[in-house]
């Protein structure tokens, strides 16, 4: 009998999230996906110390100094992850631009188009890069204009419902809704422990799957941040889903079949179709405390990784 991992790859193109090329070596995900605390964590570990020390190796002698090498390095590290992560998978690898220009819509896209050369002077193809953006007004509209260069993106730390309409409207490639970290919130605030389709999160990200189905969008809907399996099964059938290596264990040692929940050829939506110029964008996304609540606390914490990966490499130069 297959396992729930592999009844799941029938209908959902499964993403590995995580910087350990040995999980995605084992779990044969389509996609990985990056960020800055998941990069932080495997750049520590001594199996991966040799890239960074790689990335600074190839910097210490270009004449920058100061913040100018310490960027340098952490843009050189991002990309030897993405390549060796390219090795493995046969899809698309997410590389995260710094969080702190997650306010910035020239800055954000400056970066990813010094991404972009970076991976093409690998001979990297930029079909295989999705460039990660907060889902910020800002990031949505950095990555509204490099979606017409052709630089493709994944809007992260996406928690509202006006975000998701925001993106589909900008033709972002995809969108990056945090299941995980919507449960967390509900659970907190209401004192209630949520199960299957009465997640919280699981329910938001159905609701976006459905709406950009009914009307014909194209951006592509991938679950992020999973606390349980169940939330997991409970969206099956989705564009795609991207799982931490402890989950593809779990559905890899369950044995399927899977339920397809969610099933693009009859979208469950009674829901209108919407547009938010910034105002409208901007007071939707005020309303919704968890969404506010949940996307500051994520930049801040991917930068306070970033702050921390920078302090490695400046010890290491």
């Known amino acids: 009998m297959p396992s729930q991992l592999d009844s799941l790859k029938d209908f959902t193109t499964v993403v590995a999230d995580t910087g350990d090329f040995t999980s995605m070596e084992e779990y044969k995900p389509q996609d990985a996906t990056t960020n800055p ?38 843009d050189r590290v991002l990309i030897l992850f993405g390549v060796e992560i390219l090795k493995i998978v046969p899809g698309r690898v997410s590389t995260e631009v710094d969080a702190r220009l997650s306010f910035d819509t020239q800055a954000t896209i400056a970066k990813a188009k010094q991404l972009i050369a970076a991976y093409d002077a690998e001979g990297i193809s930029k079909d295989r890069i999705l460039i990660k953006i907060a889902s910020t007004w800002e990031g949505i509209k950095a990555a509204e204009e490099l979606e017409k260069e052709g630089i493709h993106c994944n809007l992260t730390l996406l928690f509202a419902f006006a975000q998701a309409v925001a993106c589909a409207e900008a033709k972002v490639q995809l969108i990056s809704p945090f299941v995980g970290r919507i449960y ?13 389709d009465d997640d919280p999160g699981v329910q938001s990200v159905a609701k976006i799957y459905n709406y950009y189905k009914k009307h014909g969008y194209k951006t592509e809907v991938m679950g992020a941040s999973f606390r349980n399996v169940g939330q997991i099964t409970s969206l099956a059938g989705c564009d795609l889903l991207t799982i931490s290596p402890g989950l593809l264990e779990e559905l890899q ?42 996307t500051a606390q994520g930049i801040r914490a991917f930068s306070a990784d970033i702050v921390k990966l920078e302090k490695l490499i400046e010890s290491m130069v």
Do not use: C, H
Request: hydrophobic share 35%; net charge negative.
């Open 37 to 74: 605390s998941l990069i932080l964590q495997a750049a520590s570990k001594p199996e991966y110390k040799s890239l960074v020390e790689k990335a600074v190796a190839e910097n210490k002698d270009s004449g920058l100094t100061g913040p100018a090498l310490t960027e340098a390095i952490m």
């Open 184 to 196: 967390d919130w509900f659970k907190k605030e209401n004192n209630t422990d949520y199960v299957g």
């Open 253 to 294: 040692n369950a044995d399927g079949p899977l339920e397809q929940k969610l099933n693009a050829d009859a979208p469950d939506s009674k829901l209108d179709k919407i547009s938010l110029d910034e105002k409208a964008f901007r007071f939707e996304f005020n309303e919704d405390a968890m969404a506010t609540e949940k």
